[in-house]
C-alpha cells in the first residue's frame, strides 16, 4: 500500500514556473516507478510524465517536453515535477501515480497502481 499526496499547485501567470510535490508513505518508495498525468475540465486523464525507481530515466509528453522535468528524491520519499513557461492550456488537476511494474506503456494511466487525490494548477493569460 502506497499513499500518495500531491502538493504545490496554485495561480501562475502564463511563462511562470511552479514545483509540484507528491510524498509517499511506506518504505518501498523507491520501488515505484513514477508517473504524473493531469486532467482539465471536460477531458480525458492524460500522460505527462515518468521517471524510473532510480531517478536516471525519465520521459515526456510531447505537449511538455523542454518545458516540465521529472525527479526524485528517494531518501525523502518525494517525486516532483518542475513546470516552466507554463501555458494557458496547461490549466489541470495534476495527479502522481505509483506503479510496481515496468511497463512499455507507461502513459497509459492503467499501468499504475496508486494515485493521490490532485493538485490544481491554473496558468491565466
Known amino acids: 500500500q502506497v499513499l500518495l499526496e500531491e502538493s504545490g499547485g496554485g495561480l501562475v501567470q502564463a511563462g511562470g514556473s511552479l514545483r509540484l510535490s507528491c510524498a509517499a508513505s511506506g518504505r518501498t518508495f523507491s520501488r515505484y516507478y513514477m508517473g504524473w498525468f493531469r486532467q482539465a475540465p471536460g477531458k480525458e486523464r492524460e500522460f505527462v510524465a515518468h521517471i524510473n525507481r532510480s531517478g536516471s530515466t525519465t520521459s515526456y509528453a510531447d505537449s511538455v517536453k523542454g518545458r516540465f522535468t521529472a525527479s526524485r528524491d528517494n531518501a525523502k520519499n518525494t517525486v516532483y515535477l518542475q513546470m516552466n513557461g507554463l501555458k494557458p492550456e496547461d490549466t489541470a488537476v495534476y495527479y502522481c501515480?505509483?506503479?510496481?511494474?515496468?511497463?512499455?506503456?507507461?502513459?497509459?494511466?492503467?499501468?499504475?497502481?496508486?494515485w493521490g487525490q490532485g493538485t490544481q494548477v491554473t496558468v491565466s493569460s
Open positions: 501515480a505509483a506503479g510496481y511494474y515496468y511497463s512499455s506503456d507507461y502513459d497509459s494511466s492503467t499501468r499504475y497502481d496508486y
